[in-house]
């Protein structure tokens, strides 16, 4: 065995043995495999191979994508049949709602390069001959999409592996991993040590185990899975006899299984309520191609929709029942990147489609390793999207709750509700009597809406419409048993109510409860310096002010963006997006100065946030403080130290919605206080809550842009439209070289803004294709109603030469085509004479 590697890879299963392939693709021949059994034996063996396409999240989508293309490549490469069979893939809807979410999931698949196929019922007939289309609206269908056999595509990805140079080694276990003084981490095995600069985490239902050797609590508990395979029907077998096509797998999306042929017969995958979470202390030692007891009874309600969309599976006998272990995180997407806290220390784990995603994840974690930065947006899969709030009963409750909505709509709206409330701010209950629908951020619970008094969904808008397993569409019932959302990928129920708190943060006044964004202090005589070196804009000379600054890339991607504000000498508090508090202060750890001359004290917890805006908002501040308010005093984009009633706060002349106003931000125990006095001063103003919905319309109302949707590491900040952001005349600072370079260059892609015309009851909300006369020619990030302005809006980013104001283009919703007109950024108030009102 070698003693030292440039990489260890830990896990022989399809992801493990995937990503040592890629990081010896990328040169690193000198990478190790360890497998504590055979290769597989964990959860590949007894996986069912599918190679499903179909993904709503953009980073997961492309990766999916080039696993089935670069499988193809792989039996090419290496000479080994990997069993790929391209039956196609064909998903089933029964309802409307069922429509609409493979509509809009075309859009994302038109963006990525993912061909879909649309079927009539008796399109379906022809390819699915024993398929039933009673009730069928219709069928999406893959035509690149089908199976494998998972065995198989490992040995030939362990044969690439090998004859670029890498090394396996089989019935090695890892007995413990430490991190070493020069930064390189020792691995122990019963057979010997490695010293390795890189350690990659792939061992699926070990995953927990494996982090408990580094001080990781990995967010990943597997979930028992179970499949059925029949024996042989008789018309399959003439069909085979006939030389007739494998039938396309086959997805009843509303009854929540997939189905194919297998070996004459068919295999049924449900994926069912009460599946239960297994191996929460991890598999034994000795655990090796492991299967549990089957359960049919659970299957029952899935098996008998099996019968009557395809009677054959009734009419054979069961073979086989497959019940096994497959990883679950608390959103159902892998872990794909650098673990939060170590150096160097990598993990792809939580793959519950680990066949499909193993070839994109080995691909992008390798570039990652290799060369700093993936090539792809990888915030979707990026580890640090959970916190240290995703402990053991956390994920229990929540990874069978992703198991069970495998197949349930996903609306771009749903509010899962397990696992909650978790974390609250002492306002929560303040905010649920003023009728707060709340959403969860990093576990955070967050105001969406707020519902009237005694409001309640009608009872005919309660389910999708037909007799269907996967019929639920709204939000859990109230305590008071009320529903008070129904979810839709068109305007919902709420559209109006959240209208009506954007014009009353128009007219009057509003707050806001933004205490979930991340806070982080960066003290030390050292700190002005270096945050003016890794971040693109000029640190504010003068104490009290604002300035946005954007951490970017070496390729001049933006990866975070941050709130600067000296509120003490020396002492800079940077606020962040909430849902990326652990990759923001991750980012920020990893890169900041071992000499002492820099100190990161991260303080989320210890800071509520309370946004006061409205026309109306200097008014009710005055009631509350002795601290002169006007421009001059208190001019846009500054903060400073001030009393509010009683309280105290760091007030930010800054916000998200366009409107004069300040954040407050104040020791999370004087919330109340602060909270209450702003009530009362406000109520001869008008004052109400309002909710992250109207926040998020007012914003693009204003052209801002969010991190991933239009700040991505693969648009640069140019292409953002970040420009005045940017100074290239201070020095130094990480991404300033590629943004010189591609300044000269020019950009490949133009962030806009659309007028949608024609819209009646269903607006953009991101990844919709874009054309210009029939050629697609970019992809929509975002979309809502404008209350202000009375116009359907969506944000893009299309290819320069149609972004001029004033070109027409078209953008498809929910496969309907809308004409499209490029305006000025910031629709509303473009001189930002709102942001600046005078007293």
């Known amino acids: 065995m070698k003693t030292e590697a440039r990489a260890v890879v830990i896990g022989g299963g399809v992801v493990g043995v995937s990503t040592l392939y890629h990081l010896a693709k990328k040169g690193w021949s000198d990478a190790v495999l360890i497998e504590r059994k055979e290769l597989t034996s964990g959860s590949t063996w007894h996986a069912a191979g599918l190679l499903p396409l179909f993904n709503m999240s953009y980073s997961v989508g492309q990766i999916h994508k080039y696993s089935v293309r670069f499988y193809q490549e792989l039996q090419e490469e290496t000479g080994m049949n990997v069993g790929f069979t391209n039956c196609t893939n064909i998903r089933l809807a029964r309802t409307k709602d069922r429509w609409d979410e493979f509509m809009y999931y075309a859009g994302v698949a038109e963006t990525i390069g993912v061909p879909v196929k649309l079927l009539t019922p008796e399109e379906l007939k022809e390819i699915w001959p024993l398929c039933e289309t009673d009730g069928i609206l219709g069928a999406i269908q893959h035509l690149d999409d089908g199976y494998i056999q998972p065995a198989d595509l490992t040995q030939a990805l362990a044969k690439g592996a090998r004859d670029l140079g890498a090394t396996i080694h089989r019935h090695t276990a890892v007995t413990a991993i430490e991190a070493q003084e020069d930064g390189r981490w020792l691995v122990k095995t019963d057979k010997g040590d490695i010293l390795a600069e890189h350690v990659v985490s792939c061992t699926g239902n070990f995953a927990r185990k494996t982090g408990e050797m580094v001080g990781l609590d990995v967010p990943v508990i597997p979930v028992e899975h179970q499949y059925i395979v029949t024996e042989p029907h008789p018309a399959i077998v003439e069909r085979k006899s006939q030389g007739l096509p494998e039938m396309g797998v086959l997805r009843e999306s509303d009854s929540s299984w997939y189905m194919r042929e297998e070996n004459g017969g068919l295999l049924l995958g449900p994926y069912e309520h009460g599946a239960p979470v297994c191996y929460v202390d991890g598999p034994s030692d000795d655990s090796e191609y492991e299967l ?4 049919l009874e659970r299957l029952m309600p899935h098996i008998e929709t099996a019968i009557a969309r395809v009677p054959a599976f009734g009419e054979v006998g069961i073979k086989k029942v497959y019940n096994g272990a497959i990883a679950y995180t608390p959103d159902g997407s892998p872990i794909i990147g650098p673990a939060p806290g170590l150096k160097n220390f990598w993990l792809n784990e939580g793959h519950s489609f680990g066949v499909t995603a193993a070839g994109g994840a080995g691909w992008q974690l390798a570039e990652w390793i290799v060369d700093g930065e993936p090539t792809i947006d990888m915030m979707g899969v990026d580890p640090r999207r959970f916190g240290p709030y995703a402990t053991q009963g956390y994920l229990i409750e929540k990874n069978e709750e992703a198991y069970a909505n495998v197949f349930t709509m996903h609306y771009p709206d749903e509010e ?28 955070w619970e967050r105001a969406n809406w707020f519902a009237p008094e005694g409001y309640e969904v009608p009872a005919d808008e309660i389910g999708v419409g037909a007799d269907v397993l996967t019929n639920e569409n709204h939000a859990p019932p109230l305590e008071d048993g009320r529903i008070v959302e129904r979810w839709s990928f068109r305007r919902s129920n709420y559209f109006e109510h959240v209208g009506n708190e954007v014009k009353n943060v128009h007219d009057n006044v509003g707050v806001l409860d933004m205490s979930a964004f991340a806070k982080m ?68 750890a990893k890169l900041a100065p071992t000499d002492g001359s820099v100190r990161l004290s991260p303080i989320t917890a210890q800071y509520g946030v309370l946004v006061l805006a409205g026309p109306k908002s200097r008014e009710v501040m005055k009631k509350l403080t002795r601290t002169s308010l006007s421009n001059a005093d208190f001019p846009w984009l500054s903060g400073k130290a001030i009393s509010v009633g009683t309280a105290t706060a760091h007030a930010l002349r800054v916000n998200f919605v366009g409107e004069l106003g300040w954040e407050l931000h104040h020791p999370i125990e004087q919330q109340n206080a602060i909270f209450d006095a702003l009530m009362e001063a406000g109520a001869e103003f008008g004052i109400k809550p309002f909710g992250i919905r109207a926040m998020t319309a007012m914003a693009v109302e204003k052209s801002y842009r969010l991190i991933p949707r239009e700040m991505s590491i693969e648009y ?26 591609l300044k000269d260059k020019g950009p490949r892609w133009s962030f806009v803004t659309l007028e949608v015309h024609g819209v009646t009851d269903a607006d953009a909300r991101g990844n919709e294709a874009i054309h210009k006369d ?10 809502t ?28 919703i929910l496969g309907k085509p809308h004409k499209a007109t490029v305006i000025g950024e910031s629709p509303y108030d473009p001189e930002n004479a709102a942001l600046r009102m005078d007293a």
Do not use: C
């Open 774 to 783: 029939g050629r697609l020619v970019g992809r929509a990030t975002h979309g």
């Open 716 to 741: 640069s900040a140019w292409e953002s439209g970040l420009d005045r952001f940017v100074r290239l005349d201070k020095g130094d600072f990480l991404g300033r070289e590629a943004l010189v370079r």
């Open 785 to 812: 109603y404008g209350w202000r302005v009375g116009k359907s809006l969506a944000l893009a980013m299309v290819q320069p030469e149609v972004a001029a104001q004033g070109t027409e283009l078209d953008i498809t």
């Open 416 to 443: 899962r509700a397990a696992a909650r409330p978790l974390k609250t701010t002492p306002v929560y209950d303040r905010l649920k009597k003023h009728g707060a629908v709340f959403g969860s951020v990093y576990g």
């Open 292 to 295: 549990f007891q089957e359960d």
């Open 521 to 588: 202090e960066v003290s030390g005589p050292g700190a002005r310096a270096w945050l003016d070196s890794i971040l693109a804009n000029a640190m504010p000379k003068k104490r009290g002010r604002i300035a946005l600054a954007h951490l970017l890339t070496k390729h001049g991607g933006v990866k975070s963006e941050f709130t600067v504000y000296e509120w003490k000498p020396g002492r800079f508090y940077l606020v962040s997006a909430g849902a990326y508090e652990a990759h923001d202060h991750d980012v920020l």
